[in-house]
């Protein structure tokens, strides 16, 4: 359903974009988003796109993350400049109900290092 990739090594202070391939029907029909789990830590919100283009981020990566969405290649993206080390973790991208803001479905996950 979810393919996420663009995961890398960068230092601090650097730029990354992930990208996550979806089907049609569900890039039409989810609110797409994405999370991150950092080593022992709990999986946590990172952004989020409505179907309506509506935009939604946490408090920790506003203004330095962009979400955006592709409809004609069913791909929405996550751009990650001025990273921090504290950014590292396996993002995953995630399908969420529209209505209930469940997740419905999620991405393999990509791993992003930041190194100081």
């Known amino acids: 359903q979810l393919q996420a990739s663009g995961g890398g090594l960068v230092q601090a202070g650097g730029s990354l974009r992930l990208s996550c391939k979806a089907s049609?029907?569900?890039?039409?029909?989810?609110?797409m988003g994405w999370f991150r789990q950092a080593p022992e830590k709990e999986r946590e919100f990172v952004a989020a796109?409505?179907?309506?283009?509506?935009?939604y981020y946490a408090d920790s990566v506003k203004g330095r993350f962009t979400i955006s969405r592709d409809n004609a290649k069913n791909t929405i993206y996550l751009q990650m400049n001025s990273l921090k080390p504290e950014d590292t973790a396996v993002y995953y991208c995630?399908?969420?109900?529209?209505?209930?803001?469940?997740?419905?479905?999620w991405g393999q996950g990509t791993l992003v290092t930041v190194s100081s």
């Open positions: 995630a399908a969420r109900d529209p209505l209930t803001q469940e997740v419905k479905y």
């Open positions: 049609a029907r569900t890039s039409s029909n989810y609110t």
């Open positions: 796109i409505f179907m309506s283009g509506t935009t």
